[in-house]
């Protein structure tokens, strides 16, 4: 009985460690030319959009090539709309974001098709 409970504990204890490393990793790389001041993200084909998350970074905005920490966001299908620093706003569709690596999406120019100012 004693070593199947510890046995739990530990499995518990792995799986939450586990969990805790994923959400650390959940970061967005900024690879477009623009500074971005307001990103957000949705379910893919909705328009129900979260919060803004430049506002987890320090700064309030993210570089190029800055990685911005996402928070209250799981791995899975979104859309992305974004702002930059000139008025420029940009949604990308049906964005993959994939926990256990240095960062979960990035966008690039090349990903930046219906963009308006």
Known sequence: MRKSAFALVCL???VGSTAVLAAERMR??????????????APAGMTRWGPNQCANDPDGSVAMDERL????????????????????TCVVKDVTLKSGKAYVFSLAE???KDCTK
């Open 110 to 112: 090349a990903d930046l």
């Open 28 to 41: 967005f790389w900024n690879l477009t030319s623009a500074m971005i001041a307001e990103l957000y993200l």
């Open 69 to 88: 920490e996402l928070k209250g966001i799981a791995a899975g299908q979104y859309d992305v709309k974004f702002i930059d620093v000139n008025g420029r």
């Open 12 to 14: 518990l204890a792995a």
